[in-house]
């Protein structure tokens, strides 16, 4: 089942504002993954996370992997419409599997 | 390169009606899978392919099968449809399996909507 909590579910944000979201998990991943869903689209990697600590950034968007490999962060700076989407995190075990959050919906009114 | 195709983008079915999902990539990849998509659930992998001729279940199996002849096409078929397969379901492929320290990355398809009455 599913054993990653993204959160929050869904934000509402003026243009120009800054955007957390984050990811937890009661158990370890060695890899935390980042995608952004756009309407009637597949999911597209933003951002991979491969050692606890890690900070990384792509563009506007930064993410770090949790020092407990328990958790992920996301944040996007000075939103822009087109940031409208869904953002899903995906954790990976060193077995291969990838379990994915519930997806935050993210929506910036210009 | 196309990338991932997927046939149809949207489907409705009776209730106990089959069909078949397709799935095409011309990457070269090994490494094929779905996926479905539900509200507040986020995606679930279904079946997966590390080559051709070589299938494994995922996390929801139940009610699907594949099976991969060639490195391009990775078809699911739905043998009897059920309301609970109503979904949206994507194809992604990758260059190898994915494993932690060095991921591949996976690309996906843009889905497949279906209904099932």
């Known amino acids: 089942g599913q054993q990653l909590n993204q959160s929050p579910q869904s934000m509402f944000i003026q243009e120009g504002e800054d955007v957390s979201m984050n990811c937890t998990s009661s158990s370890i991943f060695n890899t935390w993954l980042w995608y952004k869903q756009e309407p009637g689209e597949g999911p597209v990697l933003l951002i991979a996370l491969y050692k606890a600590g890690e900070l990384t950034s792509n563009g506007r968007l930064t993410a770090q992997f949790g020092i407990t490999r328990k958790d992920s962060f996301l944040n996007i700076s000075a939103s822009i419409p087109s940031d409208v989407g869904i953002y899903f995190c995906?954790?990976?075990?060193?077995?291969?599997?990838?379990?994915f959050g519930q997806g935050t919906t993210l929506q910036v009114k210009p | 390169n196309a990338g991932v195709t997927q046939t149809p983008k949207f489907q409705v079915l009776k209730t106990g009606q089959s069909m078949t999902l397709q799935c095409a990539q011309d990457m070269n990849h090994e490494y094929m899978s779905w996926y479905r998509q539900d509200p507040g659930m986020g995606l679930r992998l279904i079946h997966y392919?590390?080559?051709?001729?070589?299938?494994d279940q995922g996390e929801v199996p139940n009610g699907y099968n594949v099976s991969r002849s060639t490195t391009e096409d990775f078809p699911l078929r739905l043998l009897s449809a059920a309301p609970s397969q109503t979904s949206v379901y994507f194809c992604?492929?990758?260059?190898?399996?994915?494993?932690?320290?060095?991921?591949?990355?996976?690309?996906f398809g843009p889905g497949t909507r279906l209904t099932v009455l």
């Open positions: 392919s590390v080559g051709a001729g070589i299938t």
């Open positions: 992604a492929s990758s260059y190898s399996y994915p494993r932690g320290g060095g991921y591949n990355e996976q690309f």
């Open positions: 995906a954790g990976l075990r060193n077995t291969g599997k990838l379990i």
